[in-house]
C-alpha cells in the first residue's frame, strides 16, 4: 500500500509542477508590442527593436509578445485582423506599446500603393472606398486608429502607451530630419486628449543618431534609410525603455530589467 501511495506521489509532483508553471504564465501581466517592419524584421540582417525589448525587462515577471508585423499601418493592422487577435488575449494588468507611422504616408485609394495609407492627422473626417468586389471601406486619420487602439486597450484594464516612429537615417543640415510635424506629432496629441504616456521615440534616437555622426549611423542601416539591422535595433530598444523611464512613477517600470 505505501509503494502505491510513493508511485501516486511522485505520478502527480511533475504535474502539479506543470500546472503551476501554466498558472504563472497566465498570471504574469504581458507587454505587447505592435507597429510595422521597424518593430518586427524577420529578414536575414535586419531587426525591429519589439524583438530586442524583451532583453531589457525581467521576463521572470512580464510576458512580452511583439505582435508587429513588417509592411502595416494603424490601418492594415486594423482590417487585416491583427488587432482583434491582440484583443482575443489581452487582460487587465497588461501593457501595449504601439509605434506606426511609417507606412501610412500614402494616398488612400483601392491601388496597391494606397492599400494601406490614411488620412493625415488626428481628425474625425473619412473617406470610403469601395474595392473591386464592391466591398466597401471607411478609411479615418492616423490618430483615429491610435485613438482605437488606445481605447479598445483600456477597455480591457490595460495599459496603452504611445510611441512616435523611429527616425530614418535622413539628414538636414547635420540634423536628423524629425517627425515632429507629422506622425510624430500626431502621435503625442494623440497621447495627450487619451491620457496615456508617450514616448518620444523619434527624438531620443534621433538624438543618438547625432552623437553618433552619419558615418557610424550609416552602418546601421543595410540597405535603405528605414530598417536598421539588429545593432540598430537594440539601441531603438533601449530608446524605448529611456523614454519609458522618464516618467519614473509609470507602472511598467517595475518589470525593466535593473543593470
Not at 218 to 243: C, M, Q, W, Y
Amino acid at each position: 500500500m505505501m509503494i502505491l501511495q510513493k508511485k501516486t506521489v511522485w505520478f502527480f509532483v511533475p504535474l502539479l509542477l506543470v500546472m503551476a508553471f501554466g498558472f504563472n504564465q497566465k498570471k504574469k501581466p504581458t507587454l505587447y508590442v505592435i507597429g510595422d517592419s521597424t518593430v518586427r524584421n524577420t529578414n536575414e540582417g535586419y531587426g525591429g527593436w519589439g524583438s530586442y525589448v524583451h532583453e531589457l525587462f525581467d521576463t521572470t515577471k512580464i510576458n512580452v509578445s511583439n505582435q508587429a508585423m513588417a509592411g502595416r499601418s494603424t490601418r492594415t493592422f486594423v482590417k487585416e485582423g491583427r488587432w482583434d487577435r491582440v484583443m482575443e488575449t489581452l487582460k487587465p494588468g497588461d501593457f501595449v506599446i504601439m509605434q506606426f507611422g511609417h507606412n501610412e504616408g500614402s494616398v488612400p485609394d483601392t491601388s496597391r500603393a494606397g492599400y494601406r495609407g490614411v488620412l493625415r492627422g488626428t481628425g474625425e473626417e473619412t473617406k470610403e472606398l469601395t474595392w473591386k468586389n464592391g466591398e466597401k471601406e471607411i478609411v479615418h486619420t492616423y490618430g483615429w486608429y491610435l485613438s482605437k487602439f488606445v481605447k479598445d486597450a483600456k477597455s480591457k484594464g490595460a495599459t496603452p502607451i504611445i510611441a512616435s516612429m523611429i527616425p530614418r537615417n535622413q539628414w538636414k543640415e547635420g540634423k536628423v530630419v524629425r517627425a515632429d510635424d507629422s506622425f510624430g506629432k500626431w502621435a503625442r496629441e494623440v497621447a495627450e486628449a487619451e491620457g496615456v504616456y508617450f514616448i518620444n521615440l523619434n527624438e531620443i534616437t534621433a538624438e543618438k543618431y547625432e552623437e553618433f555622426g552619419p558615418e557610424k549611423v550609416k552602418a546601421l542601416f543595410p540597405t535603405d534609410h528605414t530598417h536598421t539591422n539588429p545593432e540598430g535595433a537594440r539601441i531603438n530598444a533601449a530608446s524605448v525603455v529611456e523614454g519609458l523611464q522618464k516618467n519614473k512613477k509609470h507602472p511598467l517600470n517595475k518589470y525593466v530589467r535593473k543593470s
